[in-house]
């Protein structure tokens, strides 16, 4: 390839990314309600919208090491739902798998997102591109409830609301609330991902812990494919 077929090459890309970000931007660009809810305020809310609940779980702070997988296995997860008749929830937060918020607006579905009011607290972005969002108050940021089985008020809300539940990795929360899916006879689906490897490392080195090898996630143990731990 000569330098100018190159360069003509490279000016194309440049301005297909250029075009996706203003798409994004344009889909992401509406008026959003924010409120403090109770489980019973979220289950109303969604009642109301009288369409199909899809959430995903996964990882948020922690990353991805594969975030092209992770956005090509959300597609694949989207194709098979009408975006008219469906809302695309996740955790608020734009980080990990809040990246899917992006590809659900650029396909026409309307968004929302239940969080821990933690997220408020720790002064956590919502993502630009989720249009209902959720705080509950929560002492925790999601999960079981220390030494039950029982979920935290912002995980109870999230499974109690949601008609199907595909988790990508995923840690300690969206194991637990993938596990409480399940036993309630939720729909879900589990794809193995591995959390972002230098960010897990990064972390261990702060905490003077001993640097991970396994990077599978939480969920993984009791979701993937020769599973650790039984449900």
Same mark, same amino acid.
């Given at each position: &390839?000569?330098?100018?077929?190159?360069?003509?090459?490279?000016?194309?890309?440049?301005?297909?990314?250029?075009?996706?970000?203003?798409?994004?931007?344009?889909?992401?660009?509406?008026?959003?309600?924010?409120?403090?809810?109770?489980?019973?305020?979220?289950?109303?809310?969604?009642?109301?919208?009288?369409?199909?609940?899809?959430?995903?779980?996964?990882?948020?702070?922690?990353?991805?090491?594969?975030?092209?997988?992770?956005?090509?296995?959300?597609?694949?997860?989207?194709?098979?739902?009408?975006?008219?008749?469906?809302?695309? +929830?996740?955790?608020?937060?734009?980080?990990?798998?809040?990246?899917?918020?992006?590809?659900?607006?650029?396909?026409?579905?309307?968004?929302?997102?239940?969080?821990?009011?933690?997220?408020?607290?720790? +002064?956590? &972005?919502?993502?630009?591109?989720?249009?209902?969002?959720?705080?509950?108050?929560?002492?925790?940021?999601?999960?079981?409830?220390?030494?039950?089985?029982?979920?935290?008020?912002?995980?109870?809300?999230?499974?109690?609301?949601?008609?199907?539940?595909?988790?990508?990795?995923?840690?300690?929360?969206?194991?637990?609330?993938?596990?409480?899916?399940?036993?309630?006879?939720?729909?879900?689906?589990?794809?193995?991902?591995? &959390? +972002?490897?230098?960010?897990?490392?990064?972390?261990?080195?702060?905490?003077?812990?001993?640097?991970?090898?396994?990077?599978?996630?939480?969920?993984?143990?009791?979701?993937?494919?020769?599973?650790?731990?039984?449900?």
């Amino acid at each position: &390839m000569t330098t100018r077929s190159a360069s003509i090459v490279y000016s194309l890309c440049v301005a297909v990314l250029l075009l996706a970000s203003r798409d994004i931007a344009r889909a992401c660009d509406k008026p959003k309600s924010s409120k403090e809810a109770t489980p019973s305020d979220a289950r109303a809310f969604f009642k109301g919208q009288g369409k199909t609940v899809l959430t995903f779980l996964g990882y948020s702070g922690a990353g991805y090491e594969d975030e092209a997988a992770l956005i090509k296995h959300a597609a694949g997860i989207l194709d098979k739902y009408e975006p008219t008749k469906t809302i695309v +929830n996740i955790g608020v937060t734009p980080d990990g798998i809040g990246r899917v918020y992006e590809l659900a607006k650029q396909r026409g579905f309307t968004t929302s997102g239940i969080v821990s009011t933690q997220a408020r607290e720790s +002064n956590a &972005m919502p993502s630009p591109c989720v249009d209902h969002v959720f705080y509950v108050q929560d002492a925790s940021w999601g999960g079981f409830v220390e030494g039950s089985q029982r979920l935290s008020p912002t995980s109870a809300a999230l499974v109690d609301v949601s008609d199907h539940l595909v988790a990508i990795g995923g840690g300690e929360v969206a194991r637990d609330e993938l596990v409480a899916a399940t036993r309630a006879g939720k729909d879900t689906k589990f794809i193995p991902a591995d &959390m +972002n490897h230098r960010i897990a490392l990064e972390k261990a080195a702060k905490k003077g812990q001993t640097p991970p090898t396994d990077f599978r996630g939480a969920a993984d143990a009791v979701f993937g494919d020769g599973a650790r731990v039984k449900r």
